[in-house]
Nanobody
């Protein structure tokens, strides 16, 4: 199994920045991508950003340029730098880990960390 732990969420004012962290542990061999998703009440979980173990990234179009994902494949850790935060960024942010191991592809999720943007 893979354990996924996020941290860094909290309450922040509009226009400010926040940095989230996610670390995978356990059976980490075979992980090739990690990323961030977010979800608000009554809405489907949506992609924020993904990074592969070779550094390729993919962002939601509306967030590209404002959010930055980075990672350290050796540490199985990713970060999400969120800049110029807006109230609509308020959500539970979930870290996702994608693993391909012995022809089996699996997704693992963290428990989520709450980000609240409010004045």
């Amino acid at each position: 199994q893979v354990q996924v732990v996020e941290s860094g969420g909290g309450m922040i004012k509009p226009g400010e920045s926040l940095r989230l962290s996610c670390t995978a542990s356990g059976s980490v061999y075979g992980i090739y991508a990690m990323g961030w998703f977010r979800q608000t009440p009554g809405k489907q979980r949506e992609l924020v950003a993904i990074i592969t173990n070779n550094g390729m990234t993919n962002y939601a179009d509306s967030l590209k340029g404002r959010f930055i994902i980075s990672g350290d494949s050796g540490k199985n850790t990713v970060w999400l730098q969120m800049n110029s935060l807006k109230p609509e960024d308020t959500a539970v942010y979930y870290c996702n880990v994608h693993r391909s191991l012995y022809y089996v592809e699996s997704d693992y999720w963290g428990q989520g960390t709450q980000v609240t943007v409010s004045s």
